[in-house]
């Protein structure tokens, strides 16, 4: 398995916007993430984020995803309608042992930060090699 999928928060987040409304906490940050090739690729939606408040760090096969947005708006202005979630964003995945985590590479692009983690090389499917002896035998009369 690549990937669990546990994020005890998301659900509780979900909730807390029903009830609340945007007010609340904002939610975690939509992903998709799937295997192509010898690579797992992992895509956030963040958009309207400063890169430099983006962090990424992995231990013990946790990856923790951060990232931050602010207003636009100054401070004194009188707002009309604020839809759009500032905040803190935070995600956390637990990859599995078959990912080399050593090697994550990142990029941020369009409003999307995408990971691209490669297969680990003990995890790649191989090819056996099947060798035998000479399956005729000599029969002796």
Do not use: C, W
């Amino acid at each position: 398995m690549m990937l669990m999928r546990t994020d005890p928060f998301r659900e509780l987040d979900r909730l807390a916007q029903q009830m609340l409304g945007p007010t609340a906490r904002p939610s975690a940050m939509p992903m998709d993430a799937y295997r192509s090739g010898d690579d797992f690729l992992v895509h956030f939606d963040l958009p309207g984020i400063d890169p430099e408040t983006i962090e990424l760090d992995v231990e013990r096969n946790v990856l923790n995803v951060r990232a931050e947005r602010t207003s636009p708006a100054p401070e004194d202005a009188d707002l009309i309608v604020a839809e759009r979630p500032t905040g803190t964003f935070t995600r956390q995945l637990f990859l599995g042992d078959t990912l080399d985590t050593e090697r994550i590479d990142a990029s941020y692009e369009a409003g999307v930060l995408t990971l691209r983690i490669p297969v680990a090389e003990q995890a790649k499917p191989r090819r056996i090699q099947i060798t035998g002896g000479d399956s005729r035998k000599q029969i002796s009369s």
